[in-house]
């Protein structure tokens, strides 16, 4: 095991920890809540396996589903994330593409960049839980919950990406 496989383990471990730890039961005005164990998936390097990619994102969610009991729930979300974001970075891809072992953060991309990277995708994983947990009897309710949540975690995400700069 190498260097950087140790740094991604523990990274994972870290971004779950504050998930369960610190974030389960923090919610504003109970409408928006942060999930910053997606972070995790998103920091991935770009050229990652796709089924690689997939089983983390799988894992990532079973493992906050069994903290929060919500039986499959952050893995669906979680595993759809992980199917769009090669697409996504596919679609987003600069002309002179990307330099090979980099990760798409803050600190290796730009901040426009890194924000038309994370928005979309987790506008639609929380949409993916928002509405798999509630169904769509109250939409518009729920997509203030699905907005405020996106906007709140990526919030807390970048302020994760300057905190690990320095």
């Not at 504003?28 to 998103?42: E, P, Q, S, T």
């Not at 796709?50 to 906050?64: A, D, K």
């Not at 039986?71 to 759809?80: D, K």
């Not at 992980?82 to 996504?88: L, S």
């Amino acid at each position: 095991m190498n260097s950087r496989s140790i740094i991604k383990f523990l990274t994972f471990f870290l971004f779950i920890g504050i998930q369960v730890i610190i974030l389960k039961n923090l919610a504003l005005y109970n409408v928006a809540f942060c999930f910053i164990y997606i972070g995790f998936i998103l920091i991935l390097p770009i050229e990652i396996n796709r089924m690689i990619l997939l089983g983390i994102g799988f894992i990532t969610g079973f493992t906050i589903d069994i903290f929060y009991d919500s039986m499959g729930i952050h893995a669906a979300a979680t595993v759809l994330l992980a199917f769009i974001r090669p697409y996504w970075i596919n679609a987003i891809t600069p002309q002179g593409g990307y330099e090979i072992g980099g990760s798409p953060t803050l600190s290796q991309m730009k901040f426009s960049w890194f924000a038309s990277f994370v928005l979309p995708i987790i506008f639609m994983h929380h949409f993916a839980i928002f509405y798999i947990e509630g169904g769509f009897s109250h939409f518009f309710f729920t997509l203030v919950k699905v907005l405020l949540s996106t906007i709140f975690t990526f919030v807390v995400l970048i302020i994760a990406q300057l905190l690990s700069r320095k």
